[in-house]
Every structure is written in structure tokens, then in C-alpha cells.
């Protein structure tokens, strides 16, 4: 119950194209979902978060869109280019508790 | 601003030497702390996280252990490295019970 699923494990996608990464969770007690952003041989920074009382959120070209009733969410990059290349993990979390992180998602966009 | 650092940033050592890795905090007071390892290519581990000078909770049994000496300090240790050991190690923190983890840069730790 406290698993998030990530897929897919790697994408490939042309410059300006949409990147989708798609994550599901069981627990309905998770109230706070972000996206981390890892380049090669950084720490993941904070991209994009959501809460479960909005269904989508929208930073730049990066939209989180959540649907509670399938308890999925998804990370959509809009115009991806290649800057955007990194591995995308989603998360959750709960009150009190630690933060549980999907698998990964390497990301490439070529130009 | 707040600022996290690791180090070394890289290391490579022996199979059966002792380890430790250092992780600082400035600019904050009282954060939760985390270890977190990532084998290549794959997603994040957490091996351990602290609410306080000298609490530690362990999330898996290994070959590890951790210490926080002070409030802002957080080290990662080992007696005898194993080849398994091997990989890239990330700090991170968090205000208190927050849901917001800020990363270190890491230290990738080669065990030969």
C-alpha cells in the first residue's frame, strides 16, 4: 500500500514533443504528490508538486495532471527539448511519514 | 537560503576499508535528514532518516550505519565495504514532517 508506480522506465521522445510519465498509488492517505528532476550525477531537485484537492497544475511547459478517483497522476512536459533529458521520479506523501518515491523514468529528447 | 553539502563527491575504495561520508545543512535549524543510495540507473533507496541529534531510524538491514553528531550533521559510516556497496549516495532534508526533501549533490562511491 505505501508503492507508487511509475511508468515508463525510459522514453524517447523528438524535440518538441509531449512526454508523458504516468504513476499510481493504493494508499488514499497520501496527500501531497511531487516531481523530482535528476540530471546525471546531480541530487533530484523539486520540480512540480500537486495536492489532491486540484486535478491539474501547470508550471511553464510542466502540467501535473491528477485523477483521485483512479489514484493515478501523471507529469506532462510540453515542447520537450533536449535540456530536458534527466530521469523524472514521482513521489508521495503522507502526514508524518517519509516521502515514497516511484521508480524512475529516464527521459531522453532528441533534437 | 538554505544550502545541503556532501562530501567527497567521489570516492573509490577498497573492498573491507571503513567509510564515511559527511552531509552538512546551513541556513536551517532542526531538519529531518535522509540518506538515500541509487544504484545506477535505478531509483532511490532511503537507507536511513534522523528527527533529532542522535535518533536514527534504519530502513533496511545492511552493511551501514548512521550518526548525527550535531544538528546539522549527518554522516554515513561502514566498518567493511562490500562490492554491493558500491553507487551514488544523497543527502536530503526536510523542514520537520514537510513533504518538500531538498538533495544534496551527492558522493558516488566506488568499492573495487
Known amino acids: 500500500q505505501q508503492q507508487v508506480k511509475q511508468s515508463p522506465q525510459s522514453l524517447i521522445v523528438q524535440k518538441g514533443g509531449i512526454s508523458i510519465i504516468n504513476c499510481a498509488y493504493e494508499?488514499?492517505?497520501?496527500?501531497?504528490f511531487p516531481w523530482y528532476q535528476q540530471f546525471p550525477g546531480k541530487g533530484p531537485a523539486l520540480l512540480i508538486a500537486?495536492?489532491?484537492?486540484?486535478s491539474e497544475k501547470k508550471e511553464g511547459r510542466f502540467t501535473i495532471s491528477f485523477n483521485k478517483s483512479a489514484k493515478q497522476f501523471s507529469l506532462h512536459i510540453m515542447d520537450s527539448q533536449p535540456g530536458d533529458s534527466a530521469t523524472y521520479f514521482c513521489?508521495?506523501?503522507?502526514?508524518?511519514?517519509?516521502?515514497?518515491f516511484g521508480t524512475g523514468t529516464r527521459l531522453q529528447v532528441f533534437p | 537560503s538554505q544550502t545541503i553539502h556532501q562530501w567527497p563527491a567521489t570516492l573509490v575504495q577498497p573492498v573491507g576499508s571503513p567509510l564515511s561520508l559527511e552531509c552538512t545543512v546551513e541556513g536551517t535549524s532542526n531538519p529531518n535528514l535522509y540518506w538515500y543510495r541509487q544504484a545506477a540507473g535505478r531509483g532511490l533507496q532511503l537507507l536511513f532518516y534522523s528527527v533529532g541529534i542522535g535518533q536514527i531510524s534504519s530502513e533496511v538491514p545492511q552493511n551501514l550505519s548512521a550518526s548525527r553528531p550535531q544538528d546539522r550533521q549527518f554522516i554515513l559510516s561502514s566498518k567493511k565495504l562490500l562490492l554491493s556497496d558500491s553507487g551514488f549516495y544523497l543527502c536530503?532534508?526536510?523542514?520537520?514532517?514537510?513533504?518538500?526533501?531538498?538533495f544534496g549533490p551527492g558522493t558516488r562511491l566506488l568499492v573495487l
Open positions: 513521489a508521495a506523501w503522507k502526514n508524518t511519514d517519509k516521502l515514497i
Open positions: 536530503a532534508w526536510s523542514r520537520g514532517t514537510q513533504e518538500t526533501q531538498y
Open positions: 494508499n488514499t492517505a497520501f496527500d501531497y
Open positions: 500537486i495536492r489532491p484537492d486540484v
